[in-house]
């Protein structure tokens, strides 16, 4: 019998909690997001986050833990290879990646598929580096408009992002473009977690917007995970944020984009107000796209804070019967070098309002607990040569 109706499981993208053990194999020995996070804040207010046993589970210096946490907590270490947001997620819902995804943020992406990328496009590759979507458009608009060549460029995840004026460019050629260099990078050597046509409006620096009509051309996970176990026992599975992408839509009954972290939470509140059996699981990206990639540990401190309030409002419409799950994708520390995400240990907070109990739980030695749990309340079995033990019995 279910033990939960509803379970909501909230990414807040790229909030580790302290290097993993293998953190210097990648660069990121000493990272800390949530932690230096606190360290740089004068005054620190998550008290929702709080009360469920977050300074708890990781000492923070403006916030004290609690003596009795509402929630059961732990840390969970990334068994699978690699620190970018589809590795994370995959994991998260069961499936363990061993080879990473490349990434080409130190040179941008190699001659040979520009050569490639030209030939098959028609168009004039301009870019090809790491940079962040909204300045090189202004870097390099005006020239795509004036030529009709291309802008592309990467960051730190494994993705290749192409521009397009939606006037001049046309949207529909923007789409074919990306088209090709999905197949592309579907070879070894170049291959992309995804591709994402990014179109903008505006005809000079300083008045370049990015617009809705982004497309995300992903992979599709290379086997099946608790999402679609949960699909396949007939149960609702609810994505909010860019979760549709990161899975490509296997598994999901019902998928809705946010524009921001605060609306994905408005989103996330707002099926709370449904009835429904099953998983909404939301992906909240500004920490990391906004604030963690752009090294701005305030920024990343404030919109913690923007999520503590709406998670408070969350937690009032939650029922007997809910299950709430707050963790993470990967790190990504504000205050480090480069603008990589950081191999970081990330947080499990569990808490319903039927819980008797509260507190540690044994570290888990990969993410897919969090899959793993929500499999073992629906009463379906986790797929063949997935990851992750439960932890359902030990929320009492």
Known sequence: MKKYKRIFVIVMDSLGIGAADDAAAYGDAGTDTLGHIAERREKFVIPNLQKIGMANLHPLKQVAPVEHPLGYYMEMKERSAGKDTMTGHWELMGLYTQKPFQTFTEHGFPQGLIDELEKRTGHKVIGNKSASGTAIIDELGEEEIATGHMIVYTSADSVLQICGQEETFDLKELYRCCEIARELTLRDEWKVGRVIARPYIGKKKGEF????????????????????????????????????????????????????????????????????????????????????????????????????????????????????????????????????????????????????????????????????????????????????????????
Request: with cysteine; glycine share 10%; aromatic share 10%.
């Open 209 to 396: 917007k990015r617009t809705a009509n982004r497309h995300d051309y992903a992979l599709k996970p290379f086997g099946k995970t608790a999402l679609d176990a949960l699909k396949a026992g007939g149960y609702d599975v609810i994505s909010v944020g860019k979760i549709f992408d990161i899975f490509d839509g296997e598994g999901l009954t019902e998928s809705n984009k946010s524009q921001s972290s605060v609306h994905g939470m408005e989103q996330t509140i707002d099926i709370a107000k449904r009835d429904f059996t099953g998983l909404c699981f939301t992906n909240l990206v500004d920490f990391d796209a906004l604030w963690g990639h752009r090294r701005n540990p305030e920024g990343y401190a404030q919109e913690i804070e923007k999520f503590d309030v709406k998670f408070g409002e969350l937690l009032q419409l939650l029922k007997d019967d809910d299950l709430v799950i707050i963790t993470a994708d990967h790190g990504n520390d504000p205050t480090y070098t480069g603008t990589d995400h950081t191999r970081e240990k990330v947080p499990f907070l569990a808490y319903s309002p039927s819980m008797q109990g509260s507190g540690r739980l044994e570290t888990s030695d990969t993410f897919a607990a969090v899959g793993a749990t929500i499999a073992d309340n629906f009463e379906v079995a986790m797929p063949e040569g997935t990851l992750g033990t439960s932890v359902l019995g030990q929320l009492k």
